[in-house]
């Protein structure tokens, strides 16, 4: 499995270690980026896009628990309404892509 592909533990207690995990992974997926073609990189993003509006239910489920979270720590309204994943946003974020 090469690093790009490795799961990144995101409940590491090492910040440190994690975070140069994450910087290993990004160096290899910029590796593999830089050497695809432009069709190639376009076609994955058609299937990111894809992907994010078939998993809009999943993505504005998993969205309204971080809110919740957001809410009972006491994060600021206006943070929380920039944070919101509506169904207009959803679609916003697979059109850019």
């Known amino acids: 499995m090469t690093q790009a ?5 995101a ?3 090492d910040v440190s270690a994690y975070v140069q995990q994450l910087g290993r992974a990004a160096r290899s997926a910029a590796r593999t980026l830089a050497a ?5 990189k376009n076609r994955a993003l ?6 994010i ?4 239910g999943h993505v504005g489920d998993e ?11 006491g ?15 959803i679609d916003a974020m697979a059109e850019g892509l």
Do not use: F, M, P, Y
């Not at 592909?5 to 533990?9: E, G, P, T």
């Not at 058609?46 to 992907?51: K, M, R």
């Open 5 to 9: 592909n490795a799961r990144i533990d």
């Open 11 to 13: 409940t590491a207690v």
């Open 75 to 89: 994060l600021h309204s206006a943070l929380l309404d920039r944070l919101e994943l509506t169904d207009a946003r």
């Open 46 to 51: 058609e299937v990111a896009a894809e992907l």
């Open 53 to 56: 509006l078939q998993q809009r």
């Open 36 to 40: 695809a073609s432009t069709g190639e």
């Open 63 to 73: 969205n309204a628990r971080d809110l919740e979270s957001g809410r009972n720590k």
